[in-house]
T-cell receptor
């Protein structure tokens, strides 16, 4: 079983739409959670960390449900520049590496 | 540019040849990681250094792979006797001790084994 599972998409949404991505993780000892963004043929870049209480950064909202081992990312008022692959990332207690999901591809259409 | 840099950006090699990649982390970062990413997948962890010490290796890192970080600054990843299955993007990341989960990635080296 993979450490992190994501729906690969693709998600094609019109500009201005709200879109939500979900992922699940298998190890209940997981300690830290992130969303990374990866543009085509570029390196992953940290979008935001995910905190237990949920957190928001502008149009982006991340939530964590530890009981269900589930993480979500909500993007409001989608922009063309939001088109990218969104990677769900988990770090386990005592581990030094990150576990990445396969990524969810988003295309925002004019 | 003070980010993570990697060289070369692209490498095409014939099966059976050896290749070496270099990563220069952000200068004050003492942790350095290597990942591999294939098409349609997320990055997969290969190995990790804290300063010059290699502290963890993934099962993905076969005997043909070796990584070094001799002075605790730049790192090299060597693949011996390359196979077609080694074709992938090799990503390097670095972080500060104490915030090890906030990893900053380099642009990667894309390896194609023909």
């Amino acid at each position: 079983r993979k450490e992190v599972e994501q729906d690969p998409g693709p998600f094609n949404v019109p500009e201005g739409a709200t879109v939500a991505f979900n992922c699940t993780y298998s190890n209940s000892a997981s300690q830290s959670f992130f969303w990374y963004r990866q543009d085509c043929r570029k390196e992953p870049k940290l979008l935001m960390s995910v905190y237990s209480s949920g957190n928001e950064d502008g149009r982006f909202t991340a939530q964590l449900n530890r009981a269900s081992q589930y993480i979500s990312l909500l993007i409001r008022d989608s922009k063309l520049s939001d088109s990218a692959t969104y990677l769900c990332v988990v770090a386990q207690t005592g581990a030094n590496n990150l576990f990445f999901g396969t990524g969810t591809r988003l295309t925002v259409i004019p | 540019d003070t980010g993570v840099s990697q060289n070369p950006r692209h490498k095409i090699t014939k099966r059976g040849q050896n290749v070496t990649f270099r990563c220069d982390p952000i200068s004050e970062h003492n942790r350095l990681y290597w990942y591999r990413q294939t098409l349609g997948q997320g990055p997969e962890f290969l190995t990790y250094f804290q300063n010059e010490a290699q502290l963890e290796k993934s099962r993905l890192l076969s005997d043909r792979f070796s990584a070094e970080r001799p002075k605790g600054s730049f790192s090299t990843l060597e693949i011996q006797r390359t196979e077609q299955g080694d074709s992938a993007m090799y990503l390097c990341a670095s972080s500060l001790h104490g915030s090890s989960y906030e990893q900053y990635f380099g642009p990667g080296t894309r390896l194609t084994v023909t």
